[in-house]
């Protein structure tokens, strides 16, 4: 079994077949890692690409978003009417069942979003009110 050593981590991992060169392991944080490594390679090999980030384009073109968005209406308009979207969004509750109070009793729970397969699990709960006040008064 060949097994290599994470240049990420420093476990040690076995590279998939389809790619014997690996030498990340498959873990998220060590992809991540990766992914990193390989965009700041990038950046520093490639001296055409004049801008690194959005901040350095900004203080070397100052203006350059208030002409975009004077030349490009119909982008400002589209854009007003998303964020509006956006912001309703944030601001109203989350849509509810309409159920404000189960009453105690046994309940059938199953799945409805389709993913589970034809005779699939179902649940029978049973609901207990734990409160420490009454309802008669």
Known sequence: MNTKKCIACGQYFKPWPQTPDQ??????????E????AKQRERLS???QPFHSNAEMASDK???W??????????VDRNRLL???????RTLPRESSGITHLPPGR???????????ANGVVWIVEIHVLSAFSRDG
Do not use: F, M, V, W
């Open 62 to 64: 100052p203006g350059y």
């Open 34 to 37: 990766r992914r990193r490594r």
């Open 66 to 75: 208030r002409d975009y968005r004077a030349d490009h209406p119909d982008y």
């Open 107 to 117: 309940y059938r729970l199953e799945r409805l979003d389709g993913d589970s397969i």
């Open 46 to 48: 490639n001296p055409k």
């Open 23 to 32: 030498t990340y392991c498959s873990k998220a944080e060590c992809q991540r």
């Open 83 to 89: 964020q509006k979207g956006r912001n309703l969004r």
